[in-house]
């Protein structure tokens, strides 16, 4: 995964390569700072404003808000801004506080020819002297490691307002998370013998009914608990659902000691499931024992049905 300190190499190849005919994007990172990164110079065609853009997999470049430099190669004018979709509009948007003393980018540049919509972060004018890029503001010239700051500033922004939205019931978000993984615990029950828990745990069954999934507690029911095959410790199941890594860990720790406490296993383990790994999860695994976690994957394939 690229580091920040890495990234401007990448910002330089970018700049040059618009001034190019080349279309290629497949030299450029996928990912950075947990979030997937995407590159454009056009479809087939040279695009008239090229741009890098970061994203979280729930969204899309053409359904969805995310940091993302476009450059108006025409001007010379390559903006870090908040971008919002313009194929289609993304039921949520940016936290109002973070755009609340932001320009737009129509505001900036007179008839922009894209994008005009999007909130601009920071400018800058790129400078180019043979295959070497710097950029400057108010022909001053700005330091790689103030545009790598600034960089790291707006990703910060946006997972906070991302954040905003999964902890908001009605976004469209939440709800889409919050649906899928709702269908992913039925699943992994339905499967339990196919995936790599049923080659390691046993559900619990009581009197001839299912007792694991939404297993009773006091303190709420446990997303799926199992019990080890090998030395029968308990095992607690959270899938993270339309809440923050903090709050799921923390709810995995509640239930894990509630296992210590009402079942005397203090050896239980946790597992989390979750569409993708983030720094919070890394930290606390460091300091809550005997978590792991698990992440999944949704493929979908189309068959022509023939009767």
Request: with cysteine; glycine share 6%; charged share 25%.
């Amino acid at each position: 995964m690229t580091s920040s300190f890495e990234f401007k190499k990448y910002l330089d190849k970018f700049i040059l390569q618009c001034h190019s005919d080349s279309l290629k994007t497949s030299e450029y990172p996928k990912e950075f700072q947990d979030l997937k990164m995407k590159v454009s110079f056009g479809m087939g065609v040279k695009a008239y404003v090229p741009w890098i853009c970061f994203i979280t997999p729930e969204m899309s470049v053409s359904n969805g808000y995310y940091p993302v430099y476009l450059y108006y190669r025409d001007l010379n004018i390559l903006t870090l801004s908040f971008g919002l979709s313009e194929t289609n509009e993304h039921g949520d948007t940016w936290a109002s506080e973070i755009l609340s003393d932001r320009k737009r980018i129509d505001e900036i540049i007179e008839n922009p020819r894209r994008y005009g919509t999007s909130y601009v972060f920071k400018n800058y004018m790129p400078k180019i002297v043979g295959d070497k890029v710097s950029y400057l503001r108010d022909e001053v010239e700005i330091s790689p490691a103030a545009i790598e700051n600034d960089l790291s500033e707006i990703i910060n922004l946006y997972k906070k307002s991302v954040e905003i939205e999964v902890k908001n019931e009605t976004s469209s978000i939440s709800t889409g998370l919050f649906y899928m993984e709702k269908q992913l615990e039925d699943f992994i029950i339905s499967n339990w013998e196919k995936t790599e828990f049923g080659q390691k745990y046993d559900l619990i069954y009581g009197d001839g009914e299912l007792l694991s999934q939404q297993f009773k507690t006091d303190i709420g029911p446990i997303d799926i608990l199992a019990i080890d095959k090998n030395n029968k410790n308990y095992v607690v199941i959270e899938l993270k659902k339309n809440q923050t890594s903090d709050d799921t860990v923390g709810q995995l720790a509640r239930y894990m000691g509630w296992i210590k406490e009402h079942k005397k296993d203090f050896a239980v383990r946790g597992i989390i499931v979750a569409g993708q790994f983030d720094k919070k999860l890394n930290y606390a695994m460091k300091v809550v024992p005997n978590i792991e976690v698990f992440l999944y994957q949704v493929n979908f394939s189309l068959k022509e049905y023939k009767n």
